[in-house]
């Protein structure tokens, strides 16, 4: 049972980086391509507090959300005036450079070897050791993000983001301030990701640059986009089906050296059927170009 509570602990972190990242990519449009930066930067920010300066975990996840929206605006608002490819392109670069300085700062991070003893969360001063109870914290975070995105989306505010997605030119047309908008947006989708980076740092008590990798915001990409583009449950499926199903093949009894490659090849197997046949997820609506 631990280990399937476990399973479903990563899915809710990776549901509730998947719902951030849908709000840049599905909802406005924009082509981002290094997610796994705020997810780090949130990770870090409260691990280190945590461990340097012996702050409570909730604090630490605070300031680990503020500490990502605040780098968001800083890199959106110079890196939002690009379009496209473009962007696309500068966001794989931010995604390579936080992971960079994750790896050499080492005075701060420790570089390769990691942050070990991380404090898990506390609650009546009580830490949550239990992946049962940990479960439970991941989820009602899964679900208040759900509940406040899916606010946001269908706002005036949202309204806007869908118009910016299907023509910016007619947006700004309109009267409508697309750049701020846009930075706007980024800024809320880094915010939500630092929290998940600080939910994984204490859940697992240990973490190096190897979980920030650029492999990591593909895998996020393909989760909001397998599960639906532009839809908030949609997001939550795609990170559930793409974390528990390949972690069935485990019990089907085969040998390491086979079900690995095999899980991959699945994985990959459904996402080229669905790109194919459903090119907006399984409940989205729009296609991501």
């Known amino acids: 049972m631990e280990y399937i509570f476990y399973i479903f602990v990563i899915a809710g972190i990776y549901a509730i980086l998947s719902l951030s990242l849908n709000l840049t990519v599905g909802f406005t449009g924009l082509p981002v391509l290094g997610h796994a930066a705020f997810f780090c930067i949130g990770a870090y920010t409260s691990s280190i507090l945590a461990l340097k300066a012996g702050l409570t ?3 630490g996840l605070i300031a680990g959300a503020c500490t990502s929206a605040m780098s968001g605006a800083i890199i959106g608002y110079p890196s939002l005036r690009l379009k496209g490819d473009y962007l ?5 670069g931010l995604g390579v450079i936080v992971y960079s300085v994750a790896k050499n700062w080492v005075t701060l991070t420790r570089g390769p070897v990691g942050l070990p003893g991380i404090p898990r969360f506390t609650i009546f001063g009580k830490e949550i050791t239990e992946d049962f109870q940990y479960l439970f914290l991941v989820w009602i975070f899964v679900l208040t993000n759900m509940f406040l995105i899916n606010r946001l989306v269908n706002s005036p505010f949202g309204r806007v ?3 910016i997605r299907e ?5 700004e047309t309109l009267g409508k301030n697309t750049s701020k908008y846009k930075l706007s947006v980024f800024v809320a989708s880094a915010f939500f990701a630092g929290i998940a980076g600080s939910l994984y740092a204490h859940y697992t008590t240990f973490i ?12 996020v ?3 909001v986009i397998f599960g639906g583009v532009g839809n908030v449950p949609g997001s939550v499926l795609g990170a559930v089906i793409l974390v528990v199903l390949p972690e069935l093949l485990r019990f089907l009894g ?3 050296s086979i079900a690995a490659p095999m899980r991959q090849m699945i ?3 459904l996402l080229v059927i669905l790109m194919l046949r459903r090119p907006q997820g399984i409940m989205g609506t729009y296609k991501f170009r």
Do not use: K, V
Not at 88 to 92: E, S
Not at 167 to 171: F, K, L, P, R, V
């Open 167 to 171: 023509d910016e030119i007619a947006s």
């Open 267 to 269: 994985y990959g197997l």
């Open 208 to 219: 190096d640059p190897s979980s920030f990798t650029m492999t990591e915001s593909i895998t």
């Open 254 to 256: 085969l040998p390491s």
């Open 161 to 163: 983001l869908r118009s």
């Open 88 to 92: 696309a392109f500068t966001t794989f």
């Open 57 to 59: 975990p909730w604090i």
């Open 221 to 223: 990409l393909l989760m």
